[in-house]
């Protein structure tokens, strides 16, 4: 007997998250947006089953079989839904709470061998660090721009050079995002951070994984955020562009703004929104246990968004370096948006 | 688990993906939005009228519960199968088949979601007008079958009003046609009104026609606050005395405000009660001005005015989120749906409001009140421990104390939410000399009992049944 519920499970997770879940009354408001539910139209895919399922695991009423554990993965942690819930339950975290108790999925095996191996999800080696340790100033680029979008880690060194800066690029084990999605058991890595007093991300995800670990100390900033405060003067770039917003940034962090007002302090960038935009924005399935898990639906989710780009005929562009490898990978053409910073910023 | 020849029998009628048997798609299955849960032993997903005739047709000669399953909002344990059996999910039959503005109807598919359709008939500048508050998700099928309406009923009426006609798969695996394309029809009996409200146990309905309204050129919504419940109350009634017909008139009390203030982030005016008053159309200014005199005059503290789209929408997010909102109101309590949906004449709001809470009092439990009070229809929500068998208790006590009330009232025990299970017992006491006409009905459309049994007049004993809350489930 815990509290005045009597939960029967011995899953262990906090009261507050175990009334949450007694609290939802059903009412099925964050099926609308989901995007995982808009793709299969099945109960257990959206937050409303899921949340079900936790309470029927706790309760007893069901056990954990295989099509359990996989409802608890058919979800990109976008968060769309907790902003739909009025019962206010926060059905991502639940949901990542269940991930701990029950298996991973067969596809998630290499993802977490490689993290724990090769400190990076593709165990692949890193390239050297450009190290600066003097520097007071520090940049995480993360396993996604060290191996795979390295353009957008050459674009904001650049950037960052050109606004008079050379930071302290930290070692790069990876910030373990992955890790904490599936539910696995993390060991947090060291890392040497010298002198630093403020840590610039272009990954959305480490950023949110710095912010919620530690670093009290250390100022962390999204780079979309750093640059706002620089105040740098563009040359003109007459394109139009339609921004995406990566879940992480956006309802993970609530940095809505900075890209934006980064994108339209451009001279002649005329910016323009996708219908579900800033709160409501889709989730292009980007996040890699995500897509390595259900390739498919992530295949649709950011096919969505690369349809709706093109019918407002806008160049897609985007603040996440796994938002621009999905949709790269899917046949579309994203930018970062610092590639766009580098490109309209002159040297000193 | 049913025989698996019939499972196989489905599968070859709907393709393998769309037949469900996991853990996990039979347990979420078994939900609807109430205080029951039953899992179903297989859930299945046409995407065609001939699907569903076919699978009617093996359930027939089987003998196997099916429930037609359109979102799952329903609130009275409508969509949850008694029986297990089969469970229809018709979401995937989700297509706007015709708008014919000219001829003022629209043709849809059941699995069809509410907003959807207002979103696609707003691009003609007309609506579908009922607007249950669960308009973002429930289907057209869900509202045809439980008669749903909402907060716009007071001027423009409930589904049934605009349903024109239909197709519906009959228990036999017969496809018939009810009503008619046209506005006006008095060929024969009207077999479309009889499918509006019938709870998937007549049918499954698998194409509706729906009159459109052309949509008001403006809207104006009024706050008004009340230092007493009982006073907006009155206010309600004067209002609808002075023959202005506003499109919408709703009323929450201060325990939906708290709630709804506390889960939404929103600032309502913490006051006992609140009238949120709109109109529409060309006079819609002038008029909320003379309803707003009334209800200065009936003792409303203050009144406030916005024709400002996104003020207006946040203050009906607001009270569309009353119900979910509850729920968390008191960190023990959930809100559970008991006595959820009276109706009554309006000039009885008031006696009935001051009732309920009274009853509430009486019996320890908390209740918020709120709803469509220009049309006479409360809603209400028990906020109670799930985990205490003598708060279940005290909660069907009281129940059957206001239900009583609403009766002596000359009320209705249901406005919208319809029967299903949680309202069962007191719509037998309410209709008790149509009960036999209604099983007749029944049995003459299915013979077998096969769709959606054991609900309404065959309902048999406490609604603290098939409960997905904890307390039964020691019991058990
Ligand atoms: C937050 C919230 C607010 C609500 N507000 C309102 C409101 O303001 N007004 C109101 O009237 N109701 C309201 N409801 C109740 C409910 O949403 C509505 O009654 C809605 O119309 C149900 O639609 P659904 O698609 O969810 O149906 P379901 O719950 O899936 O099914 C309801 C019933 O319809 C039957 N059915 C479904 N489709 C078919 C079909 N094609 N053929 C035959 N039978 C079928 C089912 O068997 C079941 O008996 C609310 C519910 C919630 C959770
Ligand atoms: S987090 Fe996103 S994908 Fe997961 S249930 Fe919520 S809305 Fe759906
Ligand atoms: S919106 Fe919240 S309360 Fe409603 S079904 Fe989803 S999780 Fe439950």
């Known amino acids: 007997m815990e509290g005045k519920y009597n939960f029967l499970s011995t899953i262990s997770m906090d009261k507050k998250r175990k009334i949450e879940i007694m609290s939802c009354t059903g009412c099925g408001f964050c099926k609308e947006g989901c995007p995982v539910f808009e793709q299969t139209g099945i109960e257990s895919s959206s937050g409303k089953g899921k949340i079900l399922l936790a309470y029927g695991l706790l309760q007893g009423d069901i056990i954990e079989d295989e099509s359990v554990t996989r409802a608890f993965y058919e979800c990109s942690l976008c968060k769309k839904c907790e902003t739909r819930c009025p019962s206010l339950i926060d059905i991502p975290l639940i949901i990542s709470s269940m991930r701990k108790h029950i298996g991973y999925l067969p596809q998630h095996e290499q993802l977490i061998q490689n993290i724990n191996t090769s400190n990076n999800p593709f165990g692949e080696t890193y390239e050297a660090p450009v190290l600066n340790k003097n520097s007071t100033l520090g940049y995480f680029p993360g396993c996604f721009l060290n191996l795979r979008e390295k353009n957008i880690k050459k674009a904001t060194l650049s950037v960052l050079k050109k606004l008079g800066y050379k930071p302290h690029v930290l070692n790069t084990s990876c910030c373990n995002a992955p890790l904490e999605r599936i539910g696995a058991r993390i060991t947090s890595p060291k890392r040497d951070y010298g002198y630093i007093n403020t840590l610039l991300f272009s990954c959305p995800a480490c950023l949110y994984m710095f912010k919620k670990n530690t670093y009290k100390k250390i100022q962390l900033s999204h780079i979309t955020e750093f640059i706002l405060q620089k105040k740098p003067i563009f040359t003109p770039w007459k394109k139009k562009v339609i921004y995406h917003d990566p879940c992480y940034l956006g309802r993970w962090l609530g940095i809505y703004d900075a890209p934006r007002q980064v994108l339209q302090n451009i001279p002649g960038l005329e910016l323009v929104e996708f219908t579900d935009t800033r709160e409501s924005a889709q989730c292009c399935g980007s996040e890699v246990e995500f897509r390595t898990a259900f390739p498919l639906l992530a295949e649709k989710m950011g096919k969505k968004v690369l349809r709706e780009a093109k019918k407002k005929n806008a160049l897609l562009v985007t603040a996440s370096p796994h938002c621009s490898y999905h949709l790269k990978k899917l046949g579309g053409h994203p930018l970062d948006i610092l590639e766009i910073v580098d490109n309209c910023l002159p040297l000193k | ?476």
């Not at chain 2, 709804?260 to 609140?274: R, T, Y």
């Open chain 2, 1 to 476: 688990m049913l025989p698996p020849k019939i499972i196989t029998h489905l599968k070859n009628i709907t393709g393998e993906e769309n037949v469900f048997t996991t853990t996990a798609d039979l347990y979420t299955y078994g939900f609807d939005a109430s205080i029951h849960h039953r899992s179903p032993e297989v859930v299945v997903r046409p995407h065609a009228t001939r699907q569903i005739q076919e699978i009617i047709t093996v359930a027939n000669k089987e003998k196997i519960s099916i429930v037609p399953r359109g979102a799952g909002t329903g609130l009275s344990g409508q969509a949850v199968p008694l029986q297990g059996g089969i469970v229809m999910d018709l979401t995937a039959m989700n297509r706007i088949k015709k708008i014919r503005i000219s001829d003022l109807y629209c043709l849809v598919e059941p699995g069809v979601v509410y907003a959807n359709l207002n979103k696609e008939l707003a691009k003609k500048g007309f609506f579908f007008p009922p607007t249950p508050g669960s308009g973002d998700v429930c289907t057209i099928g869900g509202m045809v079958a439980l008669n749903a309406s909402g907060m716009r009923a007071i001027k423009y009426g409930a589904t049934r009003d605009y349903v024109l006609g239909m197709k519906v798969v009959m228990a036999s695996g017969n496809l018939v046609t009810l009503g008619t394309y046209t506005l006006k029809n008095a060929s024969g009996y009207q077999l479309e009104r009889l499918m509006v409200g019938s709870e998937g146990t007549l049918g499954i309905i698998t194409e509706i026609t729906l009159r459109v309204f052309p949509l008001p050129t403006k809207r104006t919504l009024a706050l008004a606050t009340y230092s007493s419940l009982k006073k907006a109350g009155e206010g309600v009634s004067a209002v609808i005395a002075q023959g202005i017909i506003p499109s919408a008139l709703e009323i929450m009390d201060n325990v939906c405000i708290k709630a709804v203030n506390k889960a939404m982030n929103l600032s309502l005016p913490n006051k006992e009660a609140l009238l949120l008053i709109e109109t529409d159309g060309m006079n819609a200014t002038d008029e909320i001005q003379k309803i707003a005199a009334i209800c200065k005059k009936t003792g409303a503290d203050s009144i406030t005015f916005t024709e400002d789209e996104k003020e207006m929408q946040q203050l009906w997010r607001g009270r569309k989120s009353v119900l979910p909102s509850l729920s968390r109101y008191g960190d023990n309590y959930v809100s559970v749906s008991l006595a959820d949906d009276m109706s009554v004449p309006i000039s009885q709001i008031s006696k009935a409001i001051v009732a309920f809470q009274q009853i509430a009092t009486d019996h320890g439990i908390i209740i918020g009140t709120y709803g469509h009070a220009g049309d006479g229809n409360l809603h209400t929500k028990v906020l109670l421990d799930p985990n205490s068998q003598d708060q279940w208790k005290q909660a069907e006590k009281a129940v059957d104390k206001i239900y009583h009330t609403v009766l002596d009232l000359r009320g209705t025990i249901s406005g919208e939410h319809a029967i299903g299970i949680s309202k069962a017992p007191w719509m037998q006491k309410e209709r008790r000399t149509a009960l036999q006409t209604m099983e007749n009905i029944k049995k003459t459309l299915d013979k077998n009992n096969i769709l959606n049994p054991g609900k309404m007049m065959q309902w048999k004993g406490s609604i603290i049944s098939y409960l997905r809350y904890p307390w039964t489930k020691k019991e058990k």
